[in-house]
């Protein structure tokens, strides 16, 4: 007696490296909330300058207050996208974000986010479905564009750790092994 196998089933749970990343879609009070950090910090918001007068320590804990009202507001818009890297080819045929002489286009890495995405989920854990084209150029009109650059850059980072990986497990046979008849 033979034992069997499904091999879609091992193909898909073939698991390459997953990476979470939230970004938040209050973009109004995520300034606001940046802005007052950077008071804390000594800078002044509009100058990005050192203050010339530091701070009377009342305006400083009347700041931490507002950071403190303002933190729930923003953690509340957040949108937090499991993302799942992939072969290094299939990326390669997406997106080339590794060439230099020829850079992907925003068209490109935009479907390279898209087919990245595995799940996404709410502050209060709502799961929605896979964005579609229009849906992920939507949300980037409305994201600030650290917020939206946050998700590029997490669907880059988790196909260059896939790459990684592929090369980490990689047993050195040529591709079209000699070992096929």
Same mark, same amino acid.
């Given at each position: 007696?033979?034992?069997?196998?499904?091999?879609?089933?091992?193909?898909?749970?073939?698991?390459?490296?997953?990476?979470?990343?939230?970004?938040?879609?209050?973009?109004?009070?995520?300034? +606001?909330? @940046?802005?007052? &950090? *950077? #008071?804390?910090?000594? $800078?002044?918001?509009?100058?990005?300058?050192?203050?010339?007068?530091?701070?009377?320590?009342?305006?400083?804990?009347?700041?931490?207050?507002?950071?403190?009202?303002?933190?729930?507001?923003?953690?509340?818009?957040?949108?937090?996208?499991?993302?799942?890297?992939?072969?290094?080819?299939?990326?390669?045929?997406?997106?080339?974000?590794?060439?230099?002489?020829?850079?992907?286009? +925003?068209? @490109?890495?935009? &479907? *390279? #986010?898209?087919?990245? $995405?595995?799940?996404?989920?709410?502050?209060?854990?709502?799961?929605?479905?896979?964005?579609?084209?229009?849906?992920?150029?939507?949300?980037?009109?409305?994201?600030?564009?650290?917020?939206?650059?946050?998700?590029?850059?997490?669907?880059?980072?988790?196909?260059?750790?896939?790459?990684?990986?592929?090369?980490?497990?990689?047993?050195?046979?040529?591709?079209?092994?000699?070992?096929?008849?």
């Amino acid at each position: 007696m033979s034992d069997t196998f499904d091999l879609t089933a091992f193909i898909d749970e073939t698991s390459y490296p997953r990476k979470k990343v939230t970004v938040y879609t209050n973009v109004a009070a995520l300034k +606001e909330r @940046q802005d007052l &950090e *950077l #008071v804390l910090q000594g $800078i002044d918001p509009g100058t990005r300058e050192p203050f010339k007068l530091k701070p009377s320590p009342e305006y400083l804990l009347a700041t931490q207050e507002k950071i403190d009202e303002l933190r729930p507001v923003v953690e509340a818009s957040g949108l937090t996208f499991e993302l799942q890297g992939m072969p290094f080819r299939m990326a390669q045929e997406i997106a080339d974000i590794f060439n230099e002489e020829e850079p992907a286009t +925003e068209e @490109q890495i935009m &479907e *390279l #986010v898209r087919t990245c $995405i595995q799940g996404v989920e709410n502050a209060q854990g709502a799961k929605s479905s896979i964005p579609t084209k229009e849906v992920l150029e939507k949300l980037q009109t409305r994201l600030s564009p650290a917020e939206f650059s946050k998700l590029i850059n997490a669907t880059v980072e988790v196909n260059f750790t896939s790459a990684s990986y592929e090369a980490d497990i990689d047993a050195g046979f040529p591709v079209g092994s000699a070992d096929v008849e």
